[in-house]
């Protein structure tokens, strides 16, 4: 017996059966949800997110509406929607990666609209983002405006874009399960 396979026989001995154990372990296959996340505008976050969610079991998607953006994008292997009414009801976490673009309004009315099950934008949550007053001005109503996430994330001091990434992933997951996120259990 293997040292591997004598931790697992052990493991199976002490404890009750845990399912999520079995896919900890790479006995079983992760339960399939229909979990979307949605990146909109290609920037270096938006790349490790993608990347990410597909590890995380989500479906990986961009929306980018500058064209050129866009075709690079898709060059580079990203699947991109031209909106969030591409996915059903509910089932999309949509990160807005870049607060500085002119799309802006539009793309968080459209995601709210769409009844996207979490809606978030990256920003310094000591100012004030620019989302809000983009949204007012597109006549979005402030219950509205007050779902957009912001900050996003756990708070881990992330700077780099692949830790802002990881953080932003772990933030969904903890919300997708119910959980506050953190080391609290």
Same mark, same amino acid.
Request: glycine residues 10%.
């Given at each position: 017996?293997?040292?591997?396979?004598?931790?697992?026989?052990?493991?199976?001995?002490?404890?009750?059966?845990?399912?999520?154990?079995?896919?900890?372990?790479?006995?079983?296959?992760?339960?399939?949800?229909?979990?979307?996340?949605?990146?909109?505008?290609?920037?270096?976050?938006?790349?490790?997110?993608?990347?990410?969610?597909?590890?995380?079991?989500?479906?990986?998607?961009?929306?980018? =509406?500058? %064209?050129?953006?866009?075709?690079?994008?898709?060059?580079?292997?990203?699947?991109?929607?031209?909106?969030?009414?591409?996915?059903?009801?509910?089932?999309?976490?949509?990160?807005?990666?870049?607060?500085?673009?002119?799309?802006?309004?539009?793309?968080?009315?459209?995601?709210?609209?769409?009844?996207?099950?979490?809606?978030?934008?990256?920003?310094?949550?000591?100012?004030?983002?620019?989302?809000?007053?983009?949204?007012?001005?597109?006549?979005? =109503?402030?219950?509205?405006?007050?779902?957009?996430?912001?900050?996003?994330?756990?708070?881990?001091?992330?700077?780099?874009?692949?830790?802002?990434?990881?953080?932003?992933?772990?933030?969904?997951?903890?919300?997708?399960?119910?959980? %506050?996120?953190?080391?609290?259990?």
């Amino acid at each position: 017996m293997t040292m591997a396979e004598a931790h697992t026989h052990e493991h199976e001995h002490d404890h009750e059966h845990d399912p999520n154990c079995d896919v900890a372990h790479g006995r079983a296959e992760p339960v399939v949800e229909d979990k979307v996340l949605v990146a909109v505008f290609a920037t270096p976050v938006a790349g490790f997110l993608l990347r990410y969610a597909g590890d995380a079991g989500y479906r990986a998607v961009l929306i980018e =509406p500058d %064209p050129e953006r866009a075709a690079a994008a898709k060059a580079d292997g990203s699947e991109l929607a031209d909106s969030i009414d591409a996915f059903a009801p509910g089932t999309a976490d949509v990160v807005v990666t870049d607060h500085h673009r002119d799309e802006l309004g539009p793309q968080l009315r459209d995601a709210l609209a769409g009844k996207a099950r979490w809606v978030g934008i990256m920003g310094n949550p000591r100012h004030e983002g620019p989302h809000v007053q983009a949204l007012a001005e597109l006549g979005v =109503p402030a219950e509205e405006i007050a779902r957009v996430h912001r900050p996003i994330g756990l708070n881990i001091g992330s700077r780099a874009p692949a830790e802002i990434a990881i953080a932003t992933m772990a933030g969904l997951i903890a919300d997708r399960n119910g959980k %506050p996120g953190g080391f609290a259990f």
